[in-house]
Structures are given as C-alpha cells and as structure tokens.
C-alpha cells in the first residue's frame, strides 16, 4: 500500500452507510449546493470563530444529553479564551483517546489562540460554538439547531467560520 | 449547520475524516484528512500537525473556486503516529 493510496482513502471506509444502517435516517444527502460567499478580507483581517460537533463544553455548563434518542438539539458557547482544562467532552459518538490527552486534536482552542496571536488570521470572537452531532432526525436538526446556531455565529461578529463535523 | 451559516453570507470551512459523508452533505467547502475520527487535528502533542491541519482548512476560504470541492491533505494516519510517538518520547511522555 502506497503513502499516496493511504493519504486519499479514509481510514474507515462506508462511514456514511454504516451510520444510517446503525441510526436509519440519521446521515444527510443534499444534492443542490449553497453558493459561496466570498471572504471579504484577507485571512490575517478575518475574525473567525469555531464550530464543533464534538460535545465539548465548559466544565461549568449544563451537560449535553449524551443519551438523548432524537437528539440534544442545544448549543453551548465556549470563551476562545478557554484552556483545554476548562473544558470536558460529553459526546460518546466517537474515540476520545487522544483527545483526553490533548484537547487540541479535537477542538484546538491552542493552536487557534496562537493562530491569532502570531496573526496568521485577524482575531477570534469573543465564544465559539459547540453542540453534539447525533441526531436521528437530520430535518428537525436543520429547522431547529442548525438555524439557531447560523443567527448566533452571526450575532457573535464572526466574518469566517471553522467547523469540525465530529 | 455549515450550510445555515454559508447563506447567512459567512464563509465556512469544514475538517472532515469522513470523505464519504461530507460528498453527501455538500457543504461549501472542506479539508478532507485520512485520520481516526475524533482526531480531525492529528495527534497528542504534535502542534506543527495541528497547525498544518488549521492552516491547511483555512487555506480553502481564499483558494476553493466550487462549492462542494473537498481538497485533500497529503498526509498519513500512520506518519502522524509515528511522529506523535516520537514527539512524546523527546517530551518524557513516552519511553
């Protein structure tokens, strides 16, 4: 097996079929495109903010409901200025091995903070978003969740957003 | 959630592991990289691989042409292992 072969396949091959055999209904297909919107500013003027499905949270914050059947279709601000010790992960959906470790493989406010130290990017806002991505209704998740989350990243200033679909 | 926050007009970058699910969920743009789910940045420790990885996915806001486009990052789970363990040998944490 080739480096070349490994770097284009992933490592676990028919992701998509298996959860909707495990979860039936639960994974997306789109088949339009949402048109681009342009970055209005180079990268090192741009204040970005950070979206992630991963479940984590403040320690401090009310705890997602990992066991939720349909879904915990709730979000949690996070300070771009948390540590990883200010934060824990309440998902159960994937392997936290390296994560309990070092946060950063997952949601990685350090390398994010330094990013906007060295000015690499413009800033980041005040929060980041944070919710947990299971769901066995992907519609109500889109009406609900999805809609909540867009108006409150686009309440918190950002001009670029990075998301980590867990 | 990507594609909610695109039509705002806010340009969004996604990290997937997963190339399959993100070619069905569309969203603008996406990094794809070949590693452990749950590690969309790489591994323990390894902050260059984790900078790379930010950098790389920020890249796709000024240089994706398409919606729908995955770029790919040329980079192996195995290699990133292996430079996980070696970084966390130098740092004590690992004989």
Same mark, same amino acid.
């Given at each position: 097996?080739?480096?070349?072969?490994?770097?284009?396949?992933?490592?676990?091959?028919?992701?998509?079929?298996?959860?909707?055999?495990?979860?039936?209904?639960?994974?997306?297909?789109?088949?339009?495109?949402?048109?681009?919107?342009?970055?209005?500013?180079?990268?090192?003027?741009?204040?970005?903010?950070?979206?992630?499905?991963?479940?984590?949270?403040?320690?401090?914050?009310?705890?997602?409901?990992?066991?939720?059947?349909?879904?915990?279709?709730?979000?949690?601000?996070?300070?771009?200025?948390?540590?990883?010790?200010?934060?824990?992960?309440?998902?159960?959906?994937?392997?936290?091995?390296?994560?309990?470790?070092?946060?950063?493989?997952?949601?990685?406010?350090?390398?994010?903070?330094?990013?906007?130290?060295?000015?690499?990017?413009?800033?980041?806002?005040?929060?980041?978003?944070?919710?947990?991505?299971?769901?066995?209704?992907?519609?109500?998740?889109?009406?609900?969740?999805?809609?909540?989350?867009?108006?409150?990243?686009?309440?918190?200033?950002?001009?670029?957003?990075?998301?980590?679909?867990? | 959630?990507?594609?909610?926050?695109?039509?705002?007009?806010?340009?969004?970058?996604?990290?997937?592991?997963?190339?399959?699910?993100?070619?069905?969920?569309?969203?603008?743009?996406?990094?794809?990289?070949?590693?452990?789910? %749950?590690?969309?940045?790489?591994? !323990?420790?390894?902050? /260059?691989?984790? *900078? @790379?990885?930010?950098? $790389?996915?920020?890249?796709? &806001?000024?240089?994706?042409?398409?919606? %729908?486009?995955?770029?790919?990052? !040329?980079?192996?789970? /195995?290699?990133? *292992? @292996?430079?996980?363990? $070696?970084?966390?040998?130098? &740092?004590?944490?690992?004989?």
């Amino acid at each position: 097996m080739t480096d070349a072969f490994e770097t284009a396949k992933q490592l676990r091959p028919g992701l998509w079929e298996t959860v909707n055999e495990r979860y039936p209904g639960s994974m997306i297909t789109k088949v339009d495109l949402v048109p681009l919107a342009p970055l209005r500013k180079p990268l090192s003027q741009t204040r970005l903010t950070f979206v992630s499905s991963a479940g984590v949270q403040p320690r401090d914050s009310l705890p997602f409901d990992v066991v939720h059947p349909v879904g915990d279709f709730t979000f949690r601000r996070v300070p771009s200025s948390s540590t990883p010790a200010d934060l824990e992960i309440h998902q159960i959906k994937y392997p936290t091995a390296g994560a309990a470790r070092d946060l950063n493989v997952i949601f990685p406010v350090d390398r994010l903070s330094e990013l906007a130290e060295d000015g690499t990017i413009g800033g980041l806002t005040p929060n980041f978003f944070s919710f947990i991505g299971y769901t066995i209704d992907p519609a109500g998740f889109e009406r609900t969740l999805a809609e909540a989350l867009a108006d409150a990243v686009a309440a918190e200033g950002a001009e670029a957003v990075l998301l980590c679909p867990a | 959630m990507q594609r909610a926050i695109e039509r705002r007009g806010i340009p969004t970058v996604s990290v997937t592991v997963a190339r399959d699910v993100t070619e069905r969920a569309k969203p603008p743009r996406a990094l794809f990289v070949p590693f452990m789910m %749950g590690h969309h940045f790489g591994v !323990p420790f390894h902050r /260059a691989l984790q *900078r @790379r990885v930010l950098t $790389a996915a920020l890249e796709r &806001l000024e240089l994706a042409e398409r919606s %729908g486009e995955i770029a790919t990052l !040329p980079v192996t789970w /195995a290699e990133a *292992r @292996r430079q996980g363990d $070696a970084i966390e040998r130098e &740092l004590g944490l690992k004989r």
